[in-house]
């Protein structure tokens, strides 16, 4: 499910898109911040979905070998450890993964140079070969064994990195959270299961989508008073100076520090500090922090910022 740090890389994203528009809709770009989380959720499905490729692949493989004019003795006895895996077999028939590919019009099979590509390498990978030599038997096993590949094989190939990149601009930030959420699900299905249940985007019990949305709404209809803020605290630079990026991460941690009264400002000077580390300059970080400093202090003893609940209020 989304974190709030991935919220806020969400929102900050498409805000720096809406400010270095001419003309910008608001509308519009609210459409495409929920749009670009509905593609984080496609990510994710589509993650999975490379297993049951490689699934299919294996099983594939062996028919092509006992269909052979002349099969060897390996092509008439193949070794099926892979394609009987048992977590591999739930994910192959999960009718809940097959409906969400289709859903997002997802289909490895559409990319048969990468799948193919992917699977001739899994031949010859480690982790692969172990499993496939091993006596070892049992659900554990094999869900370790999709545990191993997915981590160590899947995620950090350089060709699906490239490939996940070149169907959004925004996948690359998102893959990382998009395969933990993919490791989460492997790990919580049981010996025995009939199908995958995929995890919510949101986390339940807190309204995370709201604060995706108030924060972009807030962020918008309070930015031009908060650039008139950070102009009077940055007299040695015209805002025009300031880069954008910074501009809007100053917006954001000043709009989240007085609307969201439950969110510790600790916790938000933190939170876009270190956005500011990555998605802006090298010395960004500092000269966020450094007007962060000077504003929210005093907007504390002014009045302007209030927190509420256990361990919130001072």
Request: hydrophobic share 40%; aromatic share 10%.
């Amino acid at each position: 499910m989304l974190n709030r740090r991935h919220i806020r890389i969400k929102v900050l994203q498409i805000l720096f898109a809406y400010y270095n528009e001419e003309k910008p809709d608001a509308a519009r770009y609210e459409k495409m911040l929920f749009e670009s989380i509905e593609r984080f959720r496609e990510l994710y499905i589509s993650m999975m979905g490379i297993l049951v490729e490689l699934h299919h692949l294996a099983i594939e493989k062996i028919e092509m070998g006992m269909q052979k004019r002349l099969p060897s003795h390996e092509d008439l006895h193949p070794n099926t450890r892979f394609v009987t895996n048992e977590l591999l077999r739930i994910l192959a028939h999960s009718k809940t993964l097959e409906s969400g590919m289709k859903y997002n019009h997802l289909n490895w099979r559409s990319n048969p140079d990468l799948t193919r590509k992917l699977f001739k390498e899994l031949l010859e990978n480690e982790d692969y070969l172990e499993y496939m030599n091993s006596t070892e038997r049992g659900f554990d096993y094999d869900r370790e064994l999709v545990l191993r590949i997915f981590k160590k094989f899947i995620v950090n190939h350089e060709d699906v990195q490239d490939f996940m990149e070149d169907q959004g601009i925004f996948w690359n930030d998102d893959l990382d959270l998009a395969a933990s959420m993919v490791l989460r699900t492997l790990k919580s299905i049981k010996s025995g299961d009939d199908d995958v249940h995929f995890l919510p985007l949101w986390k339940e019990g807190d309204d995370e989508e709201g604060y995706c949305r108030d924060l972009f709404r807030k962020t918008l209809s309070m930015g031009a008073d908060l650039e008139k803020t950070i102009s009077e605290y940055t007299k040695n630079w015209e805002i025009e100076r300031i880069a954008t990026m910074d501009v809007v991460i100053m917006k954001m941690a000043l709009t989240e520090a007085i609307v969201f009264d439950q969110i510790p400002v600790k916790v938000t000077m933190n939170e876009y500090i270190e956005l500011a580390k990555y998605y802006s300059t090298p010395k960004s970080a500092q000269f966020v922090n450094g007007l962060l400093d000077q504003i929210i202090p005093k907007w504390k003893n002014e009045g302007k910022i209030k927190k509420i609940g256990r361990g919130l209020i001072e």
